[in-house]
């Protein structure tokens, strides 16, 4: 089955500094999906990334997938507290002719001011 | 405005008690999931479906079940057979059916459930 493990599980940093989020799987990434939740609440779609080597960005958030599809990164840009909250990688598994989406177990963000 | 609207937020419920978790989407998706989500954890898969009257297993779903009646409707029952149904239950929807079509999920805000 496929597994995906982030790294780290939490992390905290000073306002303004930068971070990077990683999601390793242990097999082919054909859709990678980035969110993120505040705690209690639902999850916001962040990025999706589907082909080897495509990098995306959305104000100071940039999400890379490698060349080979097995390994995606989250990169901030100058941390503001906004930032804060868990963010969770996703990815299409195709089993038995049915499409579905498995998450990795989270990485926790605190940004202090 | 389109959405996934999941009912009710916030639910309690004795031990041995099944409880439903209602899932409404007026997006027009064919798509539907059920997560739980552990405090400190990623989210699970329980159940998902494809389309209308059909549905298949997660990686949890013991001591739940699901039914897909309606394309725009997708309850969940927490069943008494469900060891520790204590969690953050989510639902999502998506375009795409199968093979073909991808696209993020859309998650509703969840339901929590406490077991007393």
């Known amino acids: 089955s496929q597994e995906l493990e982030q790294s780290p599980q939490s992390l905290i940093v000073q306002e303004g500094k930068n971070l990077t989020i990683n999601c390793t799987s242990s097999?082919?990434?054909?859709?990678l999906y980035w969110y993120k939740q505040k705690y209690g609440e639902g999850l916001i779609f962040l990025m999706m990334l589907q082909k080897g080597g495509e990098e995306k960005s959305h104000e100071k958030i940039t999400a890379k997938l490698d060349e080979k599809k097995q390994q995606s990164s989250l990169h901030i840009t100058a941390s503001q507290p906004s930032h804060a909250g868990i963010y969770l990688c996703?990815?299409?598994?195709?089993?038995?002719?049915?499409?579905?989406?498995?998450f990795g177990t989270g990485t926790k963000l605190q940004v202090i001011p | 405005d389109g959405g996934i609207t999941q009912s009710p937020k916030y639910l309690f419920r004795k031990e041995g008690q099944n409880v439903t978790l209602s899932c409404e989407q007026n997006?027009?998706?064919?798509?539907m999931y059920w997560y739980r989500q552990d405090p400190g954890q990623g989210l699970r898969l329980i159940y998902y479906?494809?389309?209308?009257?059909?549905?298949q297993k997660g990686d949890i779903a013991e001591g739940y079940s699901v039914s897909r009646e309606k394309k725009e409707s997708f309850p969940l029952t927490v069943t008494s057979a469900q060891k520790n149904p204590t969690a953050f239950y989510l639902c999502a929807s998506r375009r795409g059916r199968g093979l073909s079509g991808t696209g993020e999920l859309f998650f509703g805000e969840g339901s929590r459930l406490t077991v007393l």
């Open positions: 479906s494809q389309i209308v009257n059909d549905f």
């Open positions: 097999k082919t990434l054909y859709g």
């Open positions: 996703g990815a299409d598994v195709i089993s038995g002719g049915y499409q579905k989406v498995t």
């Open positions: 997006l027009n998706h064919d798509a």
